[in-house]
């Protein structure tokens, strides 16, 4: 299994709901990543973990809250996002934060919040 | 600094041309990777391809080519004979390694390829 699995693929919520996006891999990584893409922009670095702990958090609003529960899965619970958070988020996954062979994503979830 | 430009922002070819994909970088750290990425529009970013600061190599892969030159920081990409299924978002990306091992993408603008049939 080489994949990066995201769920759901859409999601339309409103400002004052409480969602929550998912992210499983099975390839025995052990650093997962939130990324945030906005149309027609790059992806931008939300959230690092390693090992299950947060390595990374780029000055991210807390209402978005990320969570590992264990080395396969990445949870992004989301609580009272704006109209401005409405993006494409990227799960991706690699071995290690030091290996550096680049990521594995996830085909995303397209977000809008109302 | 630690950037990645890739100053041509969409490109359009007609099927059967060759491309080429511009990803200029900057980094002070004489140890990195760089990576290419297809985001086709279902959104996914699919690996195209890893390479380390030590090794200059151009790579061949089927229809793609890469130019790696580290006088001119340049990491290009070709494709050749050009198909609509390679219309598609391109990202160049960088890894530095600070020693730190944050292993954060920096990525490009990107390139958006359309190929018209």
């Known amino acids: 299994d080489t994949e990066v699995t995201q769920t759901p693929k859409h999601l339309v919520m409103g400002m004052t709901n409480k969602k929550s996006l998912k992210c499983e891999q099975h390839m025995g990584h052990r650093a997962m990543y939130w990324y945030k893409q906005k149309a027609k922009k790059p992806p931008e670095l939300m959230f690092v973990y390693s090992y299950e702990k947060l390595s990374i958090n780029e000055s991210v609003p807390s209402r978005f809250s990320p969570e590992c529960p264990n080395s396969s899965l990445l949870n992004l619970h989301l609580h009272a996002l704006q109209p401005e958070d409405s993006a494409l988020y990227l799960c991706?996954?690699?071995?290690?934060?030091?290996?550096?062979?680049?990521?594995?994503f996830g085909s995303g979830t397209r977000l809008t919040v109302v | 600094a630690q950037k990645v430009t890739q100053a041509q922002t969409e490109i359009s070819v007609v099927e059967k041309e060759d491309v080429t994909l511009d990803c200029v970088y900057e980094t002070r750290d004489t140890t990195y990777y760089l990576f290419w990425y297809k985001q086709p529009p279902s959104g996914e970013l699919v690996f195209l391809i890893r390479?380390?600061?030590?090794?200059?190599q151009n790579e061949i892969s089927g229809r793609y080519s890469w130019n790696f030159q580290k006088s001119t920081s340049s990491f290009n990409f070709t494709i050749t004979a050009s198909q609509v299924v390679d219309s598609a978002v391109y990202f160049c990306a960088l890894i530095p390694s600070y020693g730190g091992a944050t292993n954060k993408l920096i990525f490009g603008t990107g390139t958006l390829l359309a190929v018209q049939p």
């Open positions: 390479r380390n600061s030590f090794d200059e």
């Open positions: 991706a996954s690699s071995q290690g934060l030091r290996e550096n062979y680049g990521y594995t």
